[in-house]
């Protein structure tokens, strides 16, 4: 047994020694924006908590819940009082998006001493076992496809509008099983307001920007206050703090910019905030608010010129003329006094934006909150071609079908063939492709199989298969079929892999090396890798 313990001991600083040039290998490639994961800075909540007294002890439990929900833990050791517990829970549920299966449910365990103070918590999760895997690797995938259309040049605002884009023009707004989270969003392309929010989150979160989601109630009738339970995201650009609502800028035809990076008064209007640690409609102590955002650099309109607050018939046609005679402003001001001002003041406006004063027809479309398009239209559309609608799939996007003007100064895009609605936002009818969806396994088919398990360590190792185009993955595995110990002197010990004293093959390690002295020169300690080989070699020799 000493024997065979110094054996492995000794291959196992052999095998530590070569670590070193793993790293180097690894680094080389091509550069992308994707940070593969979210630095700890990154998650506000966990930050936050570490300032309120007793952090040291509330990051600890936070970190617990989070790596326990990572591998599916049926119990977490919690060992605070529920009101800590409760804020504490409320931090990791904002922080961690790509949580996806972790149910909104749970089970706690008080103590027996006191009811308040809670020992153990019980997760609910909405999917486990080969579910979850298979779940898991197409969730990468969606995250993969989304952030590769993102390139290194690209400031953080740019990469943060892009993502909006891409998640409004690919996201439908309808209720699923996993309407409630990012997998929904980004996998499934079904979704409700926290669904937008959290998918928007983590990839913003992948490209090392940090956004928190928010929980609040959302007004949609200012008159009366109604509204519902609603949730968006606070992102921060350049170091300032921004409040973002993709689900109500997602207008199907059109993508709005009502609600993207906007200050806190703007959302005060409409919104309600949650503090962290607020659950059916009760605060307790310990809560913390989130970010007030009071920056207005980063904001869609003033960062473009499109905010007007105050007009003039030079003004205006200038905008026009800058926008190819279609803009879309937004009015800090009043809409209704502007439209009314707009219609008395529009063959002065189209005189000072075309220099001609007829053969033009104006129109306007207003959208919530101050949101208008001004339209001057200088060709008839008598005459469209349609672009008929193409299906994406796993490597090339789609469209849904829309129709062109054929006016070589105009090539408005329409979505009918008369030319009476405009396509404002040409991202709405891109259908981008769907990526691979390595989700089938496939064993009975010998081309799948990546490497048979040849001792009872080992796995079968088998390829996903795509369940949309079936192509076989060339970077997906899977393993089955675990092998069966051997046993065959009965002495409890299994003859190939001796269980019980050496959790590897010693021996065949060793043959290894001594058979490839090249590699033993690998990362440094040359010559300590020599001793330790020789070592072994006279204890292989008894």
């Known amino acids: ?46 930050t936050e908590l570490s300032k309120l007294p007793n952090g040291q002890k509330l990051v600890a439990v936070y970190d617990r819940i989070v790596a326990g929900v990572r591998e599916s833990a049926a119990e977490i050791e919690i060992g605070l009082s529920q009101e800590e517990f409760k804020l504490v829970l409320d931090s990791t549920r904002r922080d961690h998006t790509e949580l996806f299966w972790m ?21 609910t999760y909405t999917m486990s076992g080969a579910q979850l895997a298979d779940a898991k690797v197409a969730f990468e995938q969606a995250v993969t496809r989304f952030l590769s259309r993102l390139t290194p040049g690209m400031s953080e605002y740019e990469m943060e509008k892009a993502l909006h884009d891409m998640l409004a023009a690919n996201v439908e707004y309808v209720s699923s099983t996993n309407a409630h989270n990012a997998y929904g969003a980004l996998v499934e392309g079904k979704s409700v307001c926290e669904g937008y929010a959290e998918s928007l989150q983590y990839l913003l979160q992948r490209v090392g920007i940090q956004a928190i989601e928010v929980f609040g109630y959302g007004i949609t009738d200012l008159e009366t206050g109604a509204g519902e339970n609603h949730a968006w995201n606070i992102v921060r650009i350049d170091g300032q703090y921004y409040l973002t609502d993709l689900t109500w800028d997602d207008q199907k035809t059109s993508i709005s ?12 209007q409409d919104h309600n905030e949650w503090i962290v640690g607020y659950e059916n409609g009760d605060y307790w102590n310990g809560g913390f608010d989130l970010p007030e955002c009071t920056a207005t650099a980063e904001n869609y309109y003033i960062k473009n ?36 001002w707009y219609g008395d003041n529009y063959q002065d406006i189209l005189f000072a934006a075309t220099g ?31 672009v008929e609608a193409k299906a994406a799939t796993c490597d090339e996007d789609g469209n849904t079908a829309y129709y062109v003007c054929n006016n070589e100064s105009c090539k408005k895009w329409f979505s009918d063939a008369e030319a009476e609605y405009e396509i404002l936002s040409h991202e709405t009818v891109k259908l981008y492709s769907i990526g691979h969806d390595w989700s089938v396994r ?25 369940a949309t185009c079936r192509e076989m993955s060339d970077t997906y595995t899977f393993t089955t079929n ?31 090396l001594l058979a490839n002295p090249l590699i033993l020169g690998g990362g440094g300690g040359s010559i300590l890798l020599v001793i330790i080989v020789l070592v072994v070699k006279k204890i292989r020799e008894g």
């Open 103 to 123: 149910g909104s449910t749970y089970s706690m365990m008080p103590s027996a001493y006191d009811e308040t103070f809670i020992e153990t918590m019980q997760p």
């Open 1 to 46: 047994m000493k024997k065979r313990f110094m054996i492995a001991f000794c291959c196992l600083v052999l095998l530590l020694q070569l670590l070193p040039i793993l790293p180097m290998a690894e680094a080389a490639g091509a550069e992308s924006v994707d940070k593969g994961t979210v630095a700890q800075d990154l998650y506000y909540c966990r």
């Open 482 to 512: 675990a092998g069966a110990h051997v046993d065959a002197d009965e002495d409890g010990v299994c003859d190939l892999c001796n269980d019980g004293e050496t959790p590897f093959d010693v021996e065949g390690i060793l043959d290894f």
């Open 305 to 340: 010129g499109l905010l007007v607050t105050t007009y003039t018939v030079e003004s205006i046609a200038n905008l026009l003329k800058a926008n190819g005679l279609s803009v879309t402003l937004y009015l800090n001001t009043d809409v209704d006094a502007f439209l009314e």
């Open 356 to 386: 001609v004063y007829s053969g033009y027809k104006g129109y306007y479309t207003a959208f919530a909150r101050g949101e208008i398009n001004l339209n001057i239209e200088g060709c008839g559309h008598t005459q469209t071609t349609l």
């Open 442 to 466: 496939n064993t009975t088919d010998e081309s799948t199989l990546v490497s048979r398990a040849t001792n009872c360590q080992e796995y079968d190792t088998y390829w996903y298969v795509c």
């Open 257 to 268: 910019y009502v609600y993207f990076n906007q200050t806190s008064a703007h959302f005060d």
